[in-house]
Structures are given as C-alpha cells and as structure tokens.
C-alpha cells in the first residue's frame, strides 16, 4: 500500500506568489517523521523541513512552512514568495520510527515558478 | 562541513557486466542508506547501514544486489550480470543514526547520485 500520495498534476506559480503542495500519507506507527525534500533538474535531494508527529506545533523553515493536520494524516508544504530557483520537483517522505529506518517517499509535485 | 558524496556521477555500462557504486557519508553520521529512483517516481529504499552492518536489506530487488560497509564509513553497492532494468539514478544519504536524539527526526542527506545506463 502507498504510504505517502502526493497526487497534484504539474503546478505553475507566478513569482512572489504561495504555492501549497500537497501530501497525505498512511500510517499506524504513533511516532513518525514526515519530511520534504526538494530536487531540482540537477537531481540532488536537499532537505527542506522536518515534522513530527507528536509536535504541537507546525514546522517552519525560512520560506518553507508545513500545514500538518494529524486527525487527517495530512502534511502539505506551503513555500511563500515564490522564486524562480523554486522549480524544482518536491518530495514528501514519512519515517516510520517503530517501523525500521527507511524514509517512504511519495510521487513528488513539479512545481514551475513563472517570472 | 563535506556534504555525502557519490562516485561516479555517470555509469554506462552493457548489459551482463558487473558494477561498483561508491559513496562517502558525511563525517560522524553512522548510518547510511541506499536509494534507487526511476524515472518519474521518488526514491525507493535499498538497503539500510548502521555502522559496518546491513540493519535492513529488505529493500534490495534480488541477489544480483550487494553492498557493503566495511569500515563503517565508505560504501559500496554491487550490481552483477546488470539487466536494462537497472537503469536508474542510485542515491545514497547519511544520517546521524543511533546517535541522534530524537530517532523520528533523524534527517537523512542525500548525495548527487549516481546515473546508472546499462545498453
């Protein structure tokens, strides 16, 4: 079964502009990770933003912030004021910590920042 | 700091030829891992180090694939008798392990990878 979706099409976003990604994932590990990665066309995975589950509060990170909702197993990453070093494809990985150490990633979102 | 890095950044090789794969973690993380990403799809697991031993190697498509850690740093992945459907770009990412405080955030780092054509 997949444990992470990520299901939107292709996105193009104009500069300056919000851009919301979504991923929804499946689990029942109490405690897990769920992190989102960025992979421009040079291929590299760089870490962008880490949440946990037992965090009160939504993680932010510079530009990136994540919109967790637990109850609905879902964890969407919203990058503000849009550059156009922000294409890239985004990746969203959940850790499962009873599980073993692997990440589980999703499909990932194409996203296409427009001048 | 050093990044993980991965040697070669390219591979071409036929099909039926044999394969090393080499990739250096970043310094004092002690666990390192194995990904094959395909065209179009996110990465898959292959195998999982902690320290000099494979912890998990569930993730490994069948036992043309082999890789090792010896010295509980550098590690190697091994392709035998390669198939045109090994052609992939083969990740590797480093992360702190054992020795990380809270194991659900143990982030993991992903090297530029290495690009796999077998013809």
């Known amino acids: 079964a997949q444990k992470i979706t990520q299901t939107q099409p292709g996105m193009f976003v104009q500069e300056k502009e919000a851009v919301t990604l979504d991923c929804t994932y499946d689990t029942s590990d109490p405690s897990y990770g769920l992190f989102w990665y960025k992979q421009p066309s040079s291929g590299e995975m760089i870490f962008l933003i880490y949440?946990?589950?037992?965090?009160?509060q939504n993680a932010t990170e510079g530009r990136y912030s994540l919109n967790f909702q637990k109850a609905r197993k879902s964890a969407n990453l919203v990058i503000s004021a849009s550059q156009l070093g922000d294409s890239a494809m985004y990746f969203c990985?959940?850790?499962?910590?009873?599980?073993?150490?692997?990440?589980?990633f999703g499909k990932g979102n194409q996203v296409v920042v427009i001048p | 700091g050093a990044g993980v890095s991965q040697t070669p950044s390219n591979k071409v090789t036929e099909k039926g030829k044999y394969v090393e794969l080499r990739c250096d973690p970043i310094s004092g993380h002690t666990a390192l891992y194995w990904y094959r990403q395909s065209l179009g799809q996110g990465p898959e697991f292959l195998i999982y180090f902690q320290g000099t031993g494979a912890a998990d190697d569930s993730g490994l498509p069948n036992d043309r694939f082999f890789a090792v850690r010896p010295e509980g740093s550098v590690s190697t992945l091994k392709i035998q008798r390669t198939e045109r459907g090994d052609s992939a770009v083969y990740l590797c990412?480093?992360?702190?392990?054992?020795?990380?405080?809270?194991?659900?955030?143990?982030?993991?780092?992903f090297g530029p990878g290495t690009r796999l054509t077998v013809l």
């Open positions: 990412a480093s992360s702190l392990g054992l020795a990380a405080l809270n194991p659900a955030a143990d982030t993991q780092y």
């Open positions: 990985a959940m850790r499962e910590v009873y599980g073993n150490n692997r990440l589980a």
């Open positions: 949440q946990g589950s037992y965090d009160q």
